[in-house]
């Protein structure tokens, strides 16, 4: 064998080791990246049962009425806008009030810079907060309940 | 800011330590004709710059998604990897007199970019900057356009440089930040009302255009600018990120199809009115019409299509010479795909595929996963800037669209191109932090 095949071997070795590790490599990716998608079907189907609604507790002005269950979407406008999802009539909410989504795995409330803010359990929140299913939501003077 | 354990990232980062001197190493022997593996230098350097970053972001508590960077690292160092089997002398930079050859001056702008993607992914921790002042923004970067145009250089027959002294680069690439961010913060402002009430036209539901007004003006204003600086591969990619970033924000499917619309007849119009389309648009159909003289890149190009085949000729041992030099024009740049195609073969060419499309994958998972409305289409819009410019340039190099003159990111030589998509990365790491943050994990 002469000097030429051994290089031209070594050559060939190479080129093969160069594409196989790239290979392995997405394959690592593609494990990590399977994983990860696992782990997110897991909690998609706990949630599949439908992601929530609101129950109305308190409303001075009777809209929504009080006891109504308001079914979500997975993205929600609060607000006394009528084309809201969750429309609310009290002169202490703003148009656009605030925004109730989905995301994930779990609810988040935002803040739309509404004149009187919104209210998380009592507290009033200044930026995207979680919310847990019982925690309970005031818009003005309306106050509703996440729930299941 | 406590030490953070990123182990996936070092797990995924360390094959690099073998892959890029080795594929540097095989260009040489096949160079050189002997079992020489040849200076590895930028090899090694470009391996210590991957870990260095890695240990930064070790050390300043990053908890951002862990893939993200092994994508880009992996998809540079194959770059890097052609780009050093090339001639050196294609491209580089002057540097008080001293000649820097072209994988050189890479190196220099993966340095400069990494910096930057750290930075911006520890330390950018208040997005308010870029949401509440998204008009300044986006009057920026018009104006940053109108002066591109009036004082730019011309370079290929397309306007899209500007020289301040020694340094000449892209402000398409600024400027494709620019535009996600300003849409982001306005739909992520506008988003009910622009997903809500309609008003109709006979059967057809019309959005409620009022609202998209502001939106629509600014946007016009930089596809007209773009359009006249003959970019119509930005034009493509800007018109791209905005209408997905439209339709992930409002679910109307019939933003997405009047856009599709007026997509069309634009182009037909564009096609009709403007000489470098038409040229273009004749050139994609058939090139063979004219193999010396306007079609001479793309035949060039479907021909190492063609030689590479499945397997690819061999790292360094493809890309056969014409008179001294590669027959195919801007190869280190518009067409380092069709290098890499060549000498890799499809299986090279898919595996760089591959890793695009786990990266956009990671970045529509950081959008999914964000907290608020302004962070996920953000993340959006710059997960489809990545993905698309690099479907973009891989269906012109194929011939699958009309060519454009797009970089592929990561890969393609330029320092404006690295540092953009190293400062997108940075950004969506950055979201995927405060979002791992908040829930006290780490991505």
């Known amino acids: 064998m002469t000097t030429e095949d051994t290089l031209r071997i070594l050559i060939l070795a190479l080129q093969l080791a160069f594409v196989g590790l790239l290979y392995l490599l997405l394959f690592a990716f593609g ?26 507790l308190e409303s001075p002005e009777d809209e929504p009425p009080v006891g109504r269950a308001i079914a979500l979407g997975p993205i929600n406008s609060i607000g006394r806008n009528v084309n809201s999802t969750v429309y609310v009539e009290d002169d202490f909410a703003s148009a656009a009030h605030a925004m109730l989504t989905f995301r994930g795995r779990s609810w988040f409330v935002e803040d739309q810079g509404s004149t009187n803010g919104t209210y998380v359990n009592g507290h009033r929140i200044d930026r995207p907060v979680a919310l847990s299913y019982g925690d309970e939501l005031m818009i003005g003077r309306v106050r509703m309940r996440l729930e299941r | 800011m406590a030490i953070t354990w990123r182990g996936t990232e070092l797990r995924l980062l360390l094959p690099l330590v073998v892959l890029v001197p080795m594929g540097f190493a095989l260009a040489h022997i096949v160079a050189a004709g002997k079992p020489d593996p ?24 990053h908890r951002g998604d862990q893939l993200l960077f092994p994508l880009a ?25 001293v000649e820097v050859g072209m994988a050189t001056t890479q190196l220099v702008w993966f340095a400069i970019s990494l910096v930057a993607m750290v930075a911006i992914a520890v330390f950018f921790r208040d997005d308010g900057i870029l949401r509440h002042y998204k008009y300044t923004w986006a009057l920026a970067g018009a104006g940053l356009l109108v002066i591109t145009f009036l004082f730019g250089t011309e370079i290929n027959g397309a306007r899209l440089w500007l020289s301040i002294g020694p340094v000449t680069f892209q402000p398409g690439e600024a400027i494709k930040i620019v535009l996600v961010v300003f849409i982001a913060g306005y739909l992520a402002e506008k988003r009910a009302l622009l997903a809500g009430a309609n008003r109709r036209i006979g059967p057809i539901k019309i959005p409620p255009l009022p609202y998209l007004l502001p939106m629509l003006a600014i946007f016009a204003i930089v596809m007209v600018m773009v359009v006249i600086s003959k970019d119509l591969g930005i034009a493509l990619l800007f018109y791209g990120i905005f209408l997905t970033m439209l339709f992930v924000a409002t679910g109307r499917r019939s933003y997405v199809l009047i856009g599709l619309v007026l997509f069309v007849a634009g182009s037909y119009v564009a096609y009709l009115l403007f000489p470098h389309v038409h040229v273009r648009v004749d050139n994609w159909l058939d090139p063979f019409a004219d193999p010396t003289g306007t079609g001479y890149q793309t035949v060039q190009a479907l021909y190492a299509f063609g030689r590479g085949g499945l397997f690819g000729e061999g790292l360094g041992q493809g890309l056969p ?5 590669i027959p195919i024009p801007a190869i280190e740049t518009d067409f380092i795909f069709t290098a890499i195609a060549e000498e890799l073969g499809l299986v ?32 959006i819009g710059l997960t489809t800037s ?14 699958l669209i009309p060519l454009t003159g797009i970089t592929f990111p990561f890969v393609s030589y330029g320092g404006s191109s690295l540092l953009a998509s190293f400062v997108v990365l940075g950004l969506l790491l950055s979201i995927s932090h405060r979002t791992a943050a908040d829930e006290g994990t780490t991505g």
């Open chain 2, 386 to 399: 990545l993905g698309l410019q690099t479907l973009i340039i891989v269906a012109g190099n194929a011939k």
């Open chain 2, 73 to 97: 690292a992996t998809t540079g160092g194959v770059g890097l990897v052609m780009l050093n089997r090339l001639p050196q002398t294609l491209a580089g930079m002057n540097l008080f007199g």
């Open chain 2, 348 to 379: 090279g060419a898919f595996a760089l595929l591959a890793l695009a499309a786990a990266l956009v994958a990671r970045g529509l998972r950081i959008a999914i996963l964000a907290r608020d409305d302004f962070s996920s289409l953000m993340a």
């Open chain 2, 321 to 325: 010479l014409i008179s001294g030099h």
């Open chain 2, 38 to 61: 040849g200076p590895l230098g930028l090899a090694l350097a470009y391996v210590a710059l991957v870990l260095g970053a890695h240990i930064a972001l070790v050390l300043l508590g």
């Open chain 1, 31 to 56: 494990r990590s990246l399977l994983r990860d998608l696992r782990s997110a079907e897991r909690t998609r189907e706990a949630a599949r049962q439908g992601i929530g609604r609101l129950t109305v």
